[in-house]
């Protein structure tokens, strides 16, 4: 595999209620792949699917694009948009992988297993920014320095365009 940025997208595993931000998700899957880079993610449900599958959807997407670190011990319960599955048997402790496999992070809605994933990004210094207009943690967090140990806030995205710019910026791109 080329040596390609990772963006982690962190997000809700259900988005049944919200097609908008499915919607979403894959836009930002496919614009993620347009820039060259790959996708990491939770390799579950909800958000994690639709950015995978967005990301296939790029002209630019290559066998191996769309990364699963999973919470299980078995691959085989990754979604189908997943190239690279990579069962961990860690549970909820595996966020911190999705978040460190990133180069830059994107948060999507989002419950209580996106905020750690939100926090360790910050903790560990990753460049961090999340969808504002999707609600959750995503939206309360948006705009907002998690707490003193950094100069900076967690960057507002408002849609797909503004998270291409971003990535651009942070990647070097």
Request: hydrophobic share 45%; proline share 3%; charged share 20%.
């Amino acid at each position: 595999m080329s040596d390609k940025p990772i963006v982690s997208v962190f997000g809700s595993n259900d988005l049944s209620d919200t097609p908008e931000v499915e919607v979403l998700c894959e836009e930002l899957g496919k614009a993620i792949v347009d820039l060259g880079c790959r996708v990491a993610c939770g390799g579950l449900g909800g958000s994690m699917t639709a950015v995978c599958k967005g990301a296939r959807s790029s002209d630019g997407y290559q066998s191996g694009d769309t990364v699963g670190i999973l919470p299980m011990d078995d691959s085989a319960v990754a979604n189908s948009y997943v190239d690279v599955a990579i069962p961990t048997g860690l549970g909820l402790f595996r966020n911190m992988l999705v978040a460190r496999a990133g180069d830059a992070c994107i948060a999507i809605r989002g419950g209580s297993g996106t905020l750690s994933e939100i926090a360790f990004a910050w903790q560990i210094d990753k460049p961090v920014a999340a969808m504002s207009s999707t609600g959750g943690w995503s939206g309360e967090l948006a705009g907002r320095a998690l707490d003193q140990r950094r100069g900076d806030v967690v960057a507002d995205l408002a849609n797909v365009t503004e998270a291409v710019a971003w990535l651009e910026d942070v990647l070097d791109l």
